[in-house]
């Protein structure tokens, strides 16, 4: 990852209070075992929860590093997002669709939706 990028990640982890921006799930980004520890999660679920800089417009689409086209999103929401779309979807449509299946218990780990580390709230 580009020094911009992940600076651009940083910038995006902290105005959404750690919390991905598709899934509202709690987030890590610097140290996964600590993260684990104080949410009882094992270290292979805390791994989907690491922060990732997600494209709002993807770069196949012509999205670029930019502060205004970068968000924070776990893992998980990052590296489905797009599954089964020839084009990606917007965000406001992709939120929309992991919110129906987290209502639904599906899109985490059961470990993480018993934790009460997502706030359908939002």
């Not at 020094?3 to 209070?17: C, I, V």
């Not at 993260?35 to 929860?49: D, G, P, T, Y």
């Not at 800089?53 to 590093?65: I, N, P, Q, S, V």
């Amino acid at each position: 990852m580009s020094k911009s990028l992940s600076r651009y990640r940083t910038d995006a982890f902290r105005p959404q209070a750690g919390r991905c921006c598709y899934c509202t799930v709690l987030m890590w980004m610097n140290d996964g075992v600590s993260f684990a520890r104080k949410h009882e999660l094992s270290s292979r679920v805390a791994r989907w929860l690491r922060c990732t800089a997600e494209h709002l417009l993807a770069r196949r689409d012509g999205g670029r590093d930019s502060r205004d086209n970068i968000v924070a999103a776990c893992l998980v929401c990052n590296l489905r997002r797009h599954r089964g779309c020839t084009k990606a979807p917007t965000p406001d449509t992709c939120r929309t669709r992991v919110r129906q299946r987290l209502e639904r218990g599906r899109w985490h780990s059961p470990q993480v939706l018993r934790r009460g580390l997502i706030s359908l709230q939002e």
